[in-house]
């Protein structure tokens, strides 16, 4: 049975990959850092199907360990400081973590298990300023937050040890995706959980930064299959994976009020507090190049995205 190594498995995509994985006859080994209240809710439905091991990206030893002993055919970095708001207040943690702990897992892997593929967690962030166009795998970087930078260096790194030491090291690019286990403080999630608690009636208002700032949203689980595509090609090399259409926040918003038969006008509210330092005001992904080579093609849209998390999301507040 090949192993898959995964680096972040309790987060979101840690957690639709491990499934899409073990489904595939694969066995996992997930990487996951001491904590006195380590959550694994998004893995409740295959805790007992995997194995867990302690470790920490900020230690290298602690994947030295795992690797040499379980012998991975496919490591998957997905492990990160990975959100944008915070990498302002969290800028040394956020390399730390994001770019050198990226350094330390190639390290570890070209230590233990050279042979083995590995995917890097890249981001459509490391485009950054890009203009109004849409991006590809050709498109300059220009990250805008220490969490964009730290993926550049970590994107980099990990061309470098494909191009240094010959390893089989992919480098995805990945537009945002979300889902109902995206973590609370990302945009979408944020709205689709307010929107819930409002129908419930234990939430009135609703605050955000920018609404007029445009993502290329898409599903995690469409996502996460390209990650695995990436790293059976004959060939290691970097793809953009994107839905090719982007939308505001605004009307991400005002789609999931709708379904909840909400008026978006009442409830949401202007906070310049949640503005940040350098905004990113458009990204949209050109995956022209994952389509022809991968044959990868993202299954749900965006209002089908918007409405699998707000049905989900009333379901949770009993709406
Ligand atoms: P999450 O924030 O949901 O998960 C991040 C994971 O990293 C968690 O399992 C977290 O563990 C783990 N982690 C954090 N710090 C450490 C550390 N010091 N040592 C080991 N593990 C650590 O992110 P996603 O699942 O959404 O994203 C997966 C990857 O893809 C990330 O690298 C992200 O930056 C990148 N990415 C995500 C995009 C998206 O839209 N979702 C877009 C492009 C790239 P814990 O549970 O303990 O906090
Ligand atoms: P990001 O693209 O990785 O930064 O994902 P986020 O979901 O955190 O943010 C997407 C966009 O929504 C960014 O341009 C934010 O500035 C904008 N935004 C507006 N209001 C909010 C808010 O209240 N929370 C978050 N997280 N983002 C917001």
Redesign the pocket.
């Known amino acids: 049975m090949p192993t898959a190594f995964i680096?972040?498995?309790?987060?979101?995509?840690?957690s639709f990959l491990a499934e899409q994985l073990l489904d595939a006859g694969w066995s996992v080994v997930g990487?996951?850092?001491r904590?006195a209240s380590?959550?694994l809710w998004r893995l409740a439905g295959i805790r007992d199907r995997i194995t867990m091991v302690d470790?920490?990206?900020?230690d290298m030893g602690s994947m030295i360990d795992p690797l040499r002993e379980y012998q991975p055919d496919h490591v998957y970095?997905?492990?990160?400081?990975?959100?944008v708001a915070t990498s302002w207040r969290q800028p040394l943690l956020t390399g730390d973590?994001?770019a050198l702990?990226a350094a330390r897992l190639l390290e570890a892997v070209r230590i233990a298990c050279p042979e083995a593929r590995v995917y890097q967690?890249?981001?459509?962030?490391m485009f950054g300023l890009a203009g109004d166009g849409v991006q590809s795998e050709a498109t300059p970087f220009h990250p805008r937050s220490p969490y964009g930078v730290a993926?550049v260096y970590a994107h980099h790194l990990a061309i470098n040890y494909r191009e240094s030491h010959g390893m089989f090291v992919v480098g995805g690019i990945?537009?945002?995706?979300?889902s109902e286990r995206?973590?609370p403080e990302f945009v979408t999630r944020k709205i689709t959980m307010a929107v819930a608690a409002i129908k419930a009636g234990k939430q009135d208002k609703l605050r955000l930064g920018r609404v007029d700032v445009r993502r290329d949203w898409g599903f995690?689980g469409d996502y996460t299959r390209a990650m695995t595509a990436m790293l059976e090609q004959d060939q290691p090399k970097d793809f953009v994976i994107a839905t090719g259409k982007s939308w505001s926040v605004d009307d991400f918003a005002k789609r999931a009020f709708d379904i909840a038969g909400l008026k978006m006008e009442n409830h949401v509210e202007h906070d310049p507090a949640l503005m940040r330092p350098a905004e990113i005001p458009n990204l949209c992904g050109d995956a022209t190049k994952a389509h022809t080579e991968l044959n990868w093609q993202p299954q749900l849209s965006f209002d089908e995205l918007v409405t699998r998390m707000t049905v989900a999301d009333l379901k949770r507040a009993g709406a």
């Open positions: 680096t972040g498995i309790t987060g979101q995509d840690g990487l996951a850092r904590s380590r959550s470790g920490d990206l900020l970095n997905l492990g990160a400081q990975s959100f973590v994001t702990g967690a890249g981001s459509s962030e993926k990945l537009f945002n995706h979300e995206r973590s995690a």
